[in-house]
C-alpha cells in the first residue's frame, strides 16, 4: 500500500504541474467582423503623428521620428523629432504642435516646423523650418472622437485564441483581414514573452481592459503582419508603463497616463499624458491608407514676404501689410489652413502690380499745377526707397516695393519704364539738381525746382537716363534679402548626436559623467576634436571619440566613454548639439527586480504551494526606494510594486541601487513546512548574486529569492 501511495501522489504532483504550466487558452468566441473595423480609421487625426497626446508631454535623451503633437505643455531635452520624414513631402511644414508652452533644450526638429501657441523657451535647437506662435490641433475634439473609436473597437469580440503559458502569451488568428483578441491585464502585467500568428498582411486589434496596465521586460515577436497593422487598445486604462520592451503596432490609450523608458515603439502613441527616455519609431497604422500626407499647407520660410508682395496690388492703402493675419485668421484647426496665403506669394507680384504702377501713381501725380513739390517727390523719394525694385525687371521686383507702404508714391518706381515717357512733367525742375543726391535731399529738391519750372525741363530728358541708373546700381542686391530668411533650414550633416547617460557622485567631490552618442548614418563617421566635437569647459578634448560607428551606443554601465570632473557642469557638444552633465542629472543606478522559485528536497522546482498565507510578502529596500512583492489572490506569479524617490529616480522600473550601494531583501510570513533557501540578506549589485542583463539591459538585474518545501506538506496551486 505504501508503493500504490507513494506513485499515486507522484501522479498527482505531475497533473498538479502540467496544470501550472498550461495556465490557460481562450479558443475562438466569435466570427470575424463582416467590415474591418481597423480599415475606417479609427485614429482619426492622430494617424498623421508618431506621438499624438492629449495633455503634456516630457521626453529626454530620445528622440520621436515622426511628428509630434501634444494639447498642452511639452517639455523636450537632448531631443530629435521628425527625423524619419520624407523631406520632400515634410518640407516647411509643422513637425512639433504645442498646444500651450514649448521648453526644448538642445535638439533638432528635421525638415519642417515648430508652432506652439502660448510660449516657447528653447535653447540648442536647430529646426528645419522655422518656429513660430500660431493655431494648434483642436485636441480636445479629437480626444473625444478618439475615446467614442476606443470604445467601440472594445466592443469587437474575440475571433482569435489567446494562450497563456508560464508568463508567455501567444495569440493565434487566421483570419485573412482581420484578427481580433483580448489579453486580460493581470496575463500582460506577468508577461515574460508575447507571439503573435497571423496571416500575411492582415490586421490586429488586440483589446486589453483594466485601469492598470504594464509592459515590461518581454520581447514581442509578430509573426505574418507588419506593425503598421497592429493596433493596442486600452480603452479603460488610466495608468501604464512601458519598459525594457520594444513594442510593436499603434497603441491607443486616451485615458493614460503614460510613463515609457528603456525601450522603443515601432507606432503611433496615443494617451493623455506621456512621459520617459522610450523612443519612438516612425511605422505609421495603415488603417487610414498608406503612410499620412499633410494636411496642413507648406509654409515657406518667407512668411513675412508675403506681406510684401501683396501691399503692391492695395499700394493705395497701407493696410497691405496685415494681410498676413487674415490668413491665419481663417485658419480653422491652425495648422492645417493657416499658411494658405503664402504659396500664392509668388504669382502675385507679376499679375496685379505691372498695371498698377500705371495708373495709380501718374494720375495722382499728373498735376503737374504744383509739380515743383509733388514731382521731386515721386521719383526722389521712389528712387530712393526703390532703388531695391527699380530694376529693368520692374515686375519681379514689385514685392519689394511694399516695403514703404507709406510712401503713397510708390506705385511710380515699380514701373520705371512708364515714367520716361511722362517725366517731362517731373522733369521740369529735377533733372538739373536732383540727379546729384537722389534719395535723401527729397526736400531741398523740390524748393529749387519751382524756380526752373520754365521750358527748360522739357529739354532735360536727360531724367529719362538719370532714373535708369540709380535703379540698376542697387536693386539686384535687394532681392536676395528675401531668401535670406530661411536660415532655418540647415540641418547639421552627418546626423551624430551626442547622449548624456548618467552621472555618479565620487567620495572625493568629482563627479563622474557617462556618454554614449547615435550615428543615424549608415556609416561611420568621424568627427575630429573641435568647433563640432568639445567639451566646456576646457579642455575641448577629454578622451571622447572622433570616430562614430553606426547606430546607438550601449547603456550604462557599458556606455562608450566617461569623463571625471570638478565644478558645476560638464558640456559636450557634438554636431551643433549640446548634452550637459551635472550633480542634478540622471544618477547611474543598477535596477533591480525580484523573482520567487519554489523547490523540494531534491532541489527541483516545484509550483506555487495552495497554502501560501495572504500576508506572505517580501520586501526590499535601497537608499532610493522599496519594493513589495505578494502573490494576489488567485494569481500564481509574483507581483512587485516598485517605489523609488523621484529624483534623482526617474522611473520606478525595478529598485534603484546605486553603485557601490546595497540593498537588502527579506521574507515574512512563509507557508508551513517551507525555509528559506537563498536571497534573502544585504547583496551588492555586482556582488555576483543578482544577475545582470534582464531583457538585454546590463542595468537590469534579477534577483531570486528561493524556498524549499517538504513533499506531502502542501498540495498545488
Not at 493696410?319 to 503664402?342: L, S
Amino acid at each position: 500500500m505504501n508503493s500504490v501511495g507513494r506513485v499515486i501522489s507522484l501522479i498527482l504532483l505531475f497533473l498538479s504541474l502540467m496544470a501550472v504550466s498550461f495556465v490557460a487558452t481562450t479558443q475562438t468566441v466569435a466570427a470575424a467582423p463582416t467590415t474591418n473595423p481597423l480599415t475606417e480609421c479609427p485614429l482619426g487625426k492622430a494617424v498623421e503623428y508618431n506621438v499624438f497626446i492629449r495633455y503634456d508631454f516630457t521626453a529626454s535623451n530620445s528622440d520621436t521620428e515622426g511628428r509630434l503633437a501634444a494639447g498642452r505643455d511639452v517639455n523636450l531635452q537632448n531631443y530629435g523629432v521628425g527625423v524619419a520624414l520624407n523631406p520632400v513631402v515634410w518640407a516647411g511644414r509643422d513637425i512639433l504642435v504645442v498646444g500651450d508652452d514649448l521648453t526644448y533644450t538642445n535638439g533638432q526638429v528635421y525638415h519642417g516646423n515648430g508652432v506652439y501657441s502660448d510660449n516657447a523657451n528653447v535653447s540648442g535647437v536647430t529646426f528645419g523650418g522655422i518656429l513660430y506662435q500660431g493655431n494648434v490641433e483642436d485636441f480636445p475634439g479629437e480626444f473625444a472622437f478618439l475615446q467614442s473609436s476606443s470604445d467601440e473597437l472594445a466592443s469587437y469580440p474575440a475571433t482569435g485564441s489567446t494562450t497563456v503559458s508560464n508568463g508567455g502569451i501567444t495569440l493565434n488568428g487566421s483570419n485573412s483581414d482581420v484578427n481580433i483578441f483580448t489579453v486580460s491585464s493581470s496575463a500582460l502585467f506577468n508577461a515574460n514573452s508575447f507571439t503573435i500568428n497571423v496571416p500575411d498582411s492582415s490586421y490586429v486589434l488586440i483589446n486589453v481592459p483594466g485601469t492598470n496596465n504594464r509592459m515590461q521586460n518581454f520581447s514581442i515577436f509578430l509573426n505574418g503582419t507588419p506593425p503598421g497593422n497592429l493596433l493596442w487598445n486600452f480603452y479603460d486604462t488610466t495608468t501604464f508603463s512601458m519598459s525594457g520592451i520594444g513594442v510593436e503596432g499603434s497603441i491607443m490609450a486616451p485615458l493614460a497616463d503614460v510613463t515609457f523608458n528603456n525601450g522603443q515603439m515601432n507606432g503611433t502613441l496615443i494617451a493623455k499624458s506621456a512621459s520617459g527616455s522610450g523612443e519612438y519609431h516612425h511605422f505609421p497604422f495603415t488603417g487610414c491608407g498608406n503612410n499620412p500626407t499633410p494636411t496642413n499647407t507648406p509654409l515657406p520660410t518667407k512668411t513675412p514676404q508675403a506681406t510684401l508682395t501683396r501691399t503692391p496690388t492695395n499700394t493705395p492703402q497701407p493696410t497691405a501689410t496685415n494681410t498676413p493675419e487674415a490668413p491665419t485668421a481663417t485658419a480653422t484647426r491652425g495648422v492645417p489652413v493657416r499658411f494658405t496665403p503664402t504659396p500664392t506669394e509668388t504669382p502675385q507680384p507679376e499679375p496685379t502690380n505691372t498695371p498698377e504702377p500705371t495708373n495709380t501713381p501718374e494720375p495722382t501725380n499728373t498735376p503737374s499745377p504744383v509739380p515743383p513739390t509733388k514731382t521731386p517727390q515721386a521719383t526722389v523719394t521712389n528712387t530712393a526707397t526703390r532703388t531695391p525694385v527699380p530694376p529693368t525687371n520692374t515686375p519681379t521686383r514689385t514685392p519689394t516695393a511694399t516695403k514703404t507702404p507709406t510712401k503713397t508714391p510708390s506705385p511710380v518706381p515699380p514701373t520705371k519704364t512708364p515714367l520716361p515717357t511722362k517725366t517731362p512733367q517731373a522733369t521740369l525742375t529735377r533733372t538739373p539738381t536732383i540727379t546729384p543726391v537722389p534719395p535723401t535731399s527729397t526736400a531741398t529738391n523740390t524748393q529749387v525746382p519751382p524756380t526752373n519750372t520754365p521750358l527748360p525741363p522739357t529739354e532735360t530728358a536727360v531724367p529719362t537716363s538719370t532714373p535708369t541708373k540709380t535703379p540698376t546700381a542697387v536693386p539686384p542686391t535687394e532681392t536676395p534679402v528675401p531668401t535670406s530668411t530661411p536660415t532655418n533650414t540647415p540641418i547639421p550633416m552627418p546626423d551624430v548626436r551626442p547622449i548624456l547617460e548618467c552621472v555618479t557622485a565620487n567620495t572625493d567631490g568629482t563627479l563622474t559623467a557617462y556618454y554614449g552618442y547615435d550615428n543615424n548614418e549608415p556609416n561611420a563617421v568621424t568627427i575630429p576634436v573641435g568647433p563640432a566635437n568639445q567639451f566646456a569647459p576646457a579642455p575641448a578634448d577629454r578622451g571622447q571619440p572622433t570616430t562614430f560607428a553606426p547606430g546607438t551606443t550601449p547603456e550604462w554601465p557599458n556606455s562608450a566613454f566617461f569623463v571625471t570632473f570638478s565644478g558645476a557642469s560638464l558640456s559636450w557638444t557634438l554636431n551643433g548639439t549640446t548634452v550637459t552633465a551635472t550633480a542634478n542629472a540622471t544618477p547611474c543606478a543598477y535596477h533591480i527586480f525580484i523573482q520567487k522559485a519554489w523547490i523540494d528536497l531534491r532541489n527541483r522546482p516545484v509550483p506555487v504551494p495552495t497554502n501560501v498565507p495572504s500576508n506572505y510578502n517580501i520586501t526590499v529596500t535601497s537608499s532610493l526606494g522599496s519594493a513589495v512583492c505578494t502573490y494576489p489572490t488567485g494569481a500564481a506569479p509574483l507581483v512587485c510594486v516598485y517605489t523609488n524617490t523621484m529624483p534623482p529616480a526617474t522611473d520606478n522600473d525595478g529598485l534603484w541601487v546605486l553603485p557601490g550601494a546595497t540593498y537588502t531583501v527579506a521574507e515574512n510570513n512563509l507557508p508551513p513546512g517551507s525555509a528559506p533557501v537563498s536571497g534573502i540578506g544585504t547583496y551588492s549589485p555586482t556582488g555576483g548574486f543578482c544577475t545582470l542583463g534582464q531583457g538585454g539591459i546590463a542595468r537590469y538585474c534579477t534577483h531570486v529569492v528561493t524556498n524549499r518545501v517538504g513533499l506531502g506538506s502542501f498540495t498545488n496551486r
